[in-house]
């Protein structure tokens, strides 16, 4: 696989964990824990929202879904 995609991947698969660990987090609790942009996050966020594994309930927040997943 390509270097970026692993690291985009590993990026993604950390947010998830972040946010399952966390509960519910904040877009900016993301960006300063991740310490990227708010674009990023973001661009990461619309991947997991797309996949239906986190959901905003309000805006700016951001929760787990109760979609099962196997974290390798």
Do not use: C, H
């Not at 310490?35 to 966020?45: E, K, S, Y």
């Amino acid at each position: 696989m390509n270097p970026s995609t692993d690291r985009m991947l590993n990026r993604v698969k950390a947010i998830y964990l972040f946010i399952r660990r966390k509960g519910t987090v904040t877009t900016q609790d993301l960006v300063e824990e991740f310490d990227m942009t708010q674009r990023t996050i973001q661009r990461d966020l619309n991947i997991l929202t797309y996949n239906k594994l986190v959901r905003s309930p309000s805006r700016g927040r951001w929760t787990i879904t109760n979609r099962k997943v196997k974290v390798s």
